[in-house]
């Protein structure tokens, strides 16, 4: 099982990835892809960072 900080992680590197696709390539190759790969990452990241501040509030109580 994977923890939120591994996730968290993941998701970073995923949306470095993608990034460097979207940066990397010429305009001829132009593709949604990247984009998309790019807005996937991010919202991932959100909602991590969300669940992660839930979970940290309820340890603290």
């Known amino acids: 099982m994977l923890t939120a ?3 968290l992680t993941i998701y970073s590197v ?3 990835i993608a ?3 979207l940066v990397l ?3 001829v190759d132009a593709s ?3 984009l998309l790969g790019l807005s996937a990452a991010i919202i991932g990241i959100w909602v991590e960072m969300r ?3 839930d979970v940290s509030e309820e ?3």
């Open 5 to 7: 900080l591994d996730r």
């Open 14 to 16: 995923l949306c470095f």
């Open 19 to 21: 990034f460097c696709a």
């Open 25 to 27: 390539r010429s305009p």
């Open 32 to 34: 949604f892809m990247p």
């Open 51 to 53: 669940r992660w501040n």
């Open 59 to 61: 340890h603290e109580s």
